[in-house]
């Protein structure tokens, strides 16, 4: 039995211990104050350069939902090993009783990396902490809205103070009403971080974070934590519109073990700070073979490259704000879904689908009725460039036979990105991380994924077959995945099984991306699951393979009524 966590609760303790310590031993916890500040101040990157990706690398033994991670008998070392895979900043768990970390840490850390930039991560309760936090080293300082959602004016008056000791907040919200609550704020000095926990349950919800994202205008650098278990997921940060990822428990299960400290000449001192991978550090050995994988003393270079990948492809990001300026205006509790019209294999019809759809489809397996061939995509192309802007995206559908296909036409600019079948359902279940020095990428099957598209970090998103899902109990991960059970074939969607499903699995709620004999005879049905995107192919068809205009018009009608 998966455990059930308050996060509210643990959250109320965790303060309420902090205070009592304070009140005990002041705000300094009983260490001792530097009487001055000799360590030199660093700004986060971040606040100057938003093109370049933004690593925090976390130095942290415990939390509430892992329990112990690991020991850390040399904090420093750790560190260094971040600095040296290129971090950007490194953030250390201050909190003593359920984290095990402490100021001390900090200041560690901070001495033996001055250059470095330190964010401390802890519970800040009183606007005091600015001072403490300034004299023992920090650079940035984490500040949780959920703890003054009921006294924003304290919440202001700590926001203040950090920047009166120039310390860089890092302004951490789970939800949108606590980004409401801090919209109208200066954060021109600051950096938004959006925690992919939600603080009731302590589960993991990458997609409604990046939805979050898309609330937030892009000239303020968000950063991605919590939840970052492969490069997969940090270039999907990448790839929907964040500036960076804080990554803390799994670089420290991976990292923090005494044969991967390097064994190098060089010193990281005050006068030799460098954020570039050592030279003992090895690279991809083969970017072609099945086999490629990353050596795990290149743990967060590849972490960072795949996020530089992921900010070039912003597939993700242009769907997410498409979805939210959909639903800006409502005032329903429903959204309305995106659309992807799929199977146009008629010229005629493609036209038409522009005037509705957020997505086009287009099947590149040959044994489909609906196949199309690169001559039809150019003919089709030429149409889509004499429209404005606000284009659907063009997604090709592939299968196993036909990757390297779908690969071509996306190096040639003929669609936007995949839609690929034939993933395994495991790929949306949470599974163990692979322990493998030699196969590096993540939880399974992520890294054979990987090693089939030729570990190219294609614009793409799976299509799984939802029915070998249902009986999933715990574990199950957020990706964007279509949930299909037809693959075309016009087999409806089984509504009462889903809707089932998703009320043992909230983090579904909203997120859902459903493909399956979608039509105007079922669409009212369909949107009692408030899904976030919806596929239709065969509801649009006179016959099989045979698109109807009548059919997309009477279709996208009844959508707009429905809202």
Known sequence: ??????????????????????????????????????????????????????????VKRKSPTKGHISTITEPT?????YIEQGANTISVLCEEDYFQGSLKDLHAIKTAFPHACILRKDFILHKDEARVSYLFGADMVLLIVALFVDDMESFDIIYKELLAYNLTPLIEIHALHEWNLIKELNLQRAIVGINTR???TFQINKMEAMKLRAHIPKHIPVIFESGIQSEYDSFMAGSSGFQGILCGSFLVEQLDKEYVYPKTNKHLDSNNYTTEPSIHQTMLKDQDSSNAAISQNNIIH??????????????????????????????????????????????AFL??????????GFILTSRSVRYVDMIFLQEAQKIYHAHADSMPLRVGVVTNECIEIGIKYLEQGLIDCLQFHDVPTSFCIESA???????????????TLYAKLNTKFLSFYPSINYKELLHVEQGLQTHFALWDSSAGGGCDVDIAAIQEFITKHKVLQGNLWLAGGISTKNLQNILTLQPMLIDICSGFESSRGKKNISALKEFFTLLDNLF
């Open 1 to 58: 039995m998966q455990q059930q966590f308050n996060g509210i609760e643990i959250l109320t303790q965790i303060c309420e211990t902090k205070k009592r310590k304070m009140q005990e031993k002041g705000v300094s916890l009983g260490y001792d104050l530097p009487h001055n500040r000799t360590l030199p101040l660093i700004s986060p990157t971040l606040l100057k350069d938003k093109t370049t990706p933004f690593i925090i690398a976390e």
């Open 77 to 81: 070392k750790l560190a260094q090993l």
């Open 198 to 200: 939600n603080l009731k």
């Open 302 to 347: 590849g972490l960072k490259e795949a996020f530089n990948i992921g900010m070039n492809k912003t597939i993700i990001a242009t769907l997410l704000q498409r979805f939210y300026a959909k639903n800006s205006s409502t005032k329903k509790k429903s959204y309305k879904p995106l659309v992807k019209v799929c199977g146009i294999n008629d010229i």
């Open 351 to 360: 036209q038409e689908s522009l005037k509705y759809a957020d997505l086009l």
């Open 433 to 447: 991380i692979a322990k493998d020095t030699h196969s590096f990428y993540g939880p399974y099957p992520l890294h």
